[in-house]
């Protein structure tokens, strides 16, 4: 059957829909947040000017950004039967279940998920981001049978994170670099995870079930997973003289190699380069470190050629272990910082909606005959 566009499997390179918010050139491997530069804001601002500047889709005012600090910081907690669901959670879920399966529950709780209007769906989306990370922080506790760590109103959100999850105060440094890790992962153009999130919010569904569907795309390997599989692979590889080989064993299976490639990227990830240089920083050039660069330098000689190099997922594993952070927080760490883009991109495209419907290429017949069960 004939369509009226060419098809393109999973979209690629098809435009689903016009933003300011970000822009990716693949090419150069490039950046830009509301036509900035990723690299400056990764020097200058902070996660929550970021979040506040895709949400307004300009930079804020200082006023706005001390209102917009101040409500955060007061919007963390959780509703009390919330915080029971968390406790009551298998504490061997995986946290991407646990996040997933409390942002859908939230809406029970939260009037203005009953108003469909774009200010209730700005007060839902501060609400999210204020509330993702206690909600990790809150399992992480939990599961390792330690007392849950209310949020401190006077800690940024970064640094409170970090507060919740260890039960100290991070120092300004640590503090500084998660902020940062946070900033890079804000957003990212039309994502898997995004496009979800857009989906759902295209059929004027609920902000909750918008943001749920983007956490349920996050967590696959091939996007937001990664990251979690990357350290994995290191402690698998175990000793950099071993990363040739095991790099060029799993090329060989034609299996993917976590932390590379990428459907925009065809030059290194600027995230990655950032990146990078604080897991140096954090790591000392650990054994871990220097086994990142072997493979690194593998996979560019071997497959840089096709446009394949480091994406944002190669080395934020290393800054989160760095931070003493678990593995399999790395996920619900990017979707701390995604659910600023993937409400914002909802916000944007709500002003101008229309319900997300494509095609498929039909490959079957029409017209056959229903044969009786005691024919076939
Ligand atoms: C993120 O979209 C975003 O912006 C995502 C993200 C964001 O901020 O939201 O940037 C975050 O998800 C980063 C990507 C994290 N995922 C991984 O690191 C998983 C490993 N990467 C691959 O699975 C893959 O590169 C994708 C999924 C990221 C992109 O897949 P594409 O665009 O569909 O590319 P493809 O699968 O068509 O591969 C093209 C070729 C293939 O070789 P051939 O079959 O043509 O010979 O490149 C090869 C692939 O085998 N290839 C890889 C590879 N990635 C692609 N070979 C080895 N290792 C890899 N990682």
Redesign the pocket.
């Known amino acids: 059957m004939s369509e009226k566009y060419p098809f393109s499997k999973?979209l690629?390179g098809v435009p689903a829909a016009e933003t300011v918010l970000s822009y990716?050139d693949g090419e150069r491997g490039k950046l830009y947040y509301l036509g900035i530069p990723i690299e400056e804001w990764a020097e200058s601002s902070t996660f929550e000017e970021v979040a506040l500047a895709l949400l307004l889709r300009r930079l804020p005012k200082r006023e706005e950004l001390k209102m917009f600090n101040a409500a955060l910081r007061s919007a963390r907690e959780l509703p009390p039967e919330v915080v029971d669901f968390i406790l009551d959670m298998p504490l061997d879920s995986h946290p991407m279940t646990v996040l997933r399966s409390v942002v859908s529950l939230l809406e029970a709780y939260d009037y203005d998920a009953k108003l469909d209007d774009l200010e209730a769906k700005f007060r839902i989306s501060l609400r999210l981001i204020a509330r993702f990370p206690t909600v990790v922080a809150y399992f992480d506790r939990a599961r390792k049978g330690l007392e849950l760590v209310p949020p401190d109103p006077t800690l940024g959100h970064a640094a409170n994170f970090l507060y919740m999850l260890k039960g100290e105060r991070p120092t300004d440094y640590e503090a500084r670099v998660m902020d940062v890790a946070l900033i890079l992962?804000a957003d990212?153009?039309m994502?898997?995870?995004?496009f979800a999130s857009m989906v759902v919010a295209s059929t004027l569904s609920d902000m909750y079930s918008a943001i749920t569907a983007g956490i349920g795309a996050l967590k696959g390997?091939?996007?937001?997973g990664?990251n979690e599989r990357?350290l994995r692979m290191f402690r698998e590889i175990d000793s950099p003289e071993k990363a040739e080989e095991y790099v060029l064993a799993k090329?060989a299976r034609?299996?993917?190699?976590?932390?590379?490639?990428?459907?925009?990227?065809k030059a290194y990830?600027p995230?990655a380069r950032i990146l990078k240089r604080y897991a140096e920083e954090l790591t000392k050039r650990s054994e871990y470190y220097q086994i990142a660069l072997k493979v690194e330098e593998v996979?560019i000689r071997e497959?840089g050629q096709?446009g394949?190099f480091p994406?944002?997922?190669?080395y934020s594993g290393l800054v989160y272990n760095g931070l003493g952070i678990d593995t399999d927080l790395f996920t619900p760490i990017f979707a701390i910082a995604?659910v600023a883009g993937w409400t914002a991109h909802v916000l944007e495209y709500l002003e101008d909606n229309r319900i997300f419907r494509p095609r498929a290429v039909y490959k079957g017949e029409i017209d056959k005959r229903y044969t009786p069960i005691d024919e076939r």
């Open positions: 999973g690629a990716i992962h990212h153009g994502n898997a995870s995004t390997p091939l996007h937001g990664a990357v090329l034609k299996e993917r190699v976590m932390g590379f490639g990428h459907r925009v990227y990830d995230r996979m497959k096709k394949i994406n944002v997922d190669f995604r």
